[in-house]
């Protein structure tokens, strides 16, 4: 079993707080970063960074995502319970966990093996069954599309064809796309089969991976 206690409630509810006063007003993202157990993809030694409003290594390159990054994402994607989502980048499960809190329906794909089968183990632990798989999050998932909603949780150097057509009539796809060092976040519309764009904030992640994304 997974503690959760009085403490780490208080020290989620603290960082909604933060979340709020930095610009997040969607209130079922506040709650669903209120519910989700961020400390429980920690290890016990670094759970005192797990409420901490910054990214973290998770080991083979990654990192889990600022919690602020998270809000803004989900936010960005306008989750409506039902929605069919496409999570590219699994990491540590964190964010997918925040996604199934707002009712959405998960489907994730995670490039490397030893994260995909680490958050395979965890997530239906905690409760939360996305379905996961392991591959090149760069091409989608064709078999399974289309999706209302498509998340993209690694910095792209350009937007994939293949994710914008599986992205469903007037669905929804959030993805950092620029260099290795810095990408700006977008979100993308379809309507009508037309695409249309808005440019937010500069953020860091760590590189997509795959066919339309960097090289290893």
């Not at 780490?8 to 209130?27: A, D, F, Q, S, T």
């Not at 990654?62 to 989750?79: G, R, W």
């Not at 591959?135 to 064709?142: A, E, N, Q, R, V």
């Not at 620029?178 to 309507?191: A, S, Y």
């Amino acid at each position: 079993m997974f503690e959760d206690n009085y403490k780490l409630r208080g020290l989620r509810n603290k960082l909604v707080k933060k979340l709020r006063e930095k610009g997040i007003r969607n209130e079922a993202v506040l709650r669903a970063i209120a519910t989700v157990p961020r400390h429980v993809f920690f290890e016990n030694a670094l759970i005192e960074h797990a409420y901490q409003d910054k990214a973290f290594p998770i080991g083979e390159g990654q990192t889990i995502s600022q919690p602020y990054t998270v809000a803004f994402q989900t936010e960005k994607l306008e989750i409506k319970p039902g929605d069919k989502v496409l999570e590219i980048g699994t990491g540590s499960g964190y964010q997918a966990c925040v996604l199934l809190e707002l009712g959405a329906k998960v489907y994730t794909i995670e490039y490397n093996r030893r994260l995909h089968e680490l958050a395979k183990d965890l997530l239906p632990r905690l409760g939360y069954k996305p379905y996961f798989f392991h591959g090149d999050g760069s091409k989608g998932l064709p078999h399974k599309a289309p999706f209302d909603k498509i998340l993209v949780t690694a910095g792209a150097p350009v937007v994939p064809r293949a994710l914008t057509d599986q992205l469903a009539e007037n669905g929804i796809l959030v993805i950092p796309v620029g260099d290795r060092e810095k990408q700006t976040m977008l979100q993308i519309r379809k309507h009508n089969g037309e695409l249309t764009t808005t440019e937010f904030a500069n953020f860091a992640f760590v590189p997509l991976l795959g066919q339309a994304g960097w090289k290893i």
